[in-house]
């Protein structure tokens, strides 16, 4: 059946932040396999007209934020805008090349089968991947686990992932707004019930990469994240009836 006939609209939403040299390239590569919003959230000059370039070549749905508010409040923005534009699901995926494209209709094809589900990327790393960023990644997960209440989430950093817009969209505005955003909507649509879909996809890191991690200032904000969301696991634990 067709996706009109399913009711299953996909898009991609890129939300990208001074990122002059990859942006175009990973819109175009996106570009072949489902049409792209992008949410400039707010570059610097190089930045901002990299994305208004693309804009004006028709090859996105191109949306500049006023300020920089963070990835989240970039990927906020664009399931807003995905939704007004009628989609049902947004792929989520970085401007800097760090993701398999290949693997996006891999990630479509699981949506459509289970368009309830969140997909999660469960990262593969490649020997480019820095040592303290992995020793990050297995803490949260960590953390992730007793938030969950179990190993549902394999990686719940990866950003490259389909969600369900609808169900997404009043989650995503309660949850922080820059590198710990990715991980509270995870945890944050598991509470609210939504099935997850682990799908294992390659990821690099590429020379001359642009990240916007901030090792000290991103570590202290994610601790403080898992700091509430441990607290607001028990207390939902508590708040179980004990015949449930």
């Not at 593969?124 to 549902?152: H, M």
């Not at 820059?178 to 996809?201: K, S």
């Not at 990240?211 to 403080?224: G, L």
Request: proline share 6%; net charge negative.
């Amino acid at each position: 059946m067709s996706e009109e006939a399913t009711g299953f609209r996909p898009c991609a939403v890129i939300p990208t932040y001074d990122n002059p040299d990859t942006v175009r390239d990973v819109v175009v590569a996106v570009g072949e396999h489902l049409p792209v919003v992008l949410v400039d959230d707010g570059s610097g000059a190089a930045g901002r007209e990299a994305v208004a370039a693309i804009g004006r070549e028709g090859l996105a749905h191109v949306h500049h934020r006023a300020a920089n508010g963070g990835k989240g409040a970039g990927v906020t923005t664009g399931f807003e805008l995905a939704h007004e534009l009628g989609y049902t699901h947004a792929l989520q995926i970085d401007a800097d090349g760090q993701h398999e494209l290949g693997d996006i209709p891999r990630f479509v094809e699981a949506a459509a089968a289970r368009p309830e589900a969140l997909i999660l990327g469960a990262p593969i790393y490649d020997e480019s991947a820095p040592k303290g960023r992995l020793i990050g990644r297995q803490i949260t997960q960590f953390w992730t686990n007793v938030e969950t209440y179990g190993r549902v989430i394999d990686d719940p950093m990866c950003g490259f992932r389909v969600y369900p817009v609808a169900a997404s969209i009043p989650v995503a505005q309660r949850c922080g707004k820059r590198m710990d955003f990715d991980i509270e909507i995870a945890v944050r649509l598991v509470w609210a019930g939504l099935p997850v879909v682990n799908l294992p996809t390659q990821v690099r890191y590429p020379e001359g990469g642009v990240s916007h991690f901030h090792m000290v200032r991103d570590n202290a904000r994610i601790s403080w994240m898992h700091s509430k969301l441990v607290l607001t696991s028990w207390g939902r634990l508590l708040a179980r009836p004990f015949w449930a």
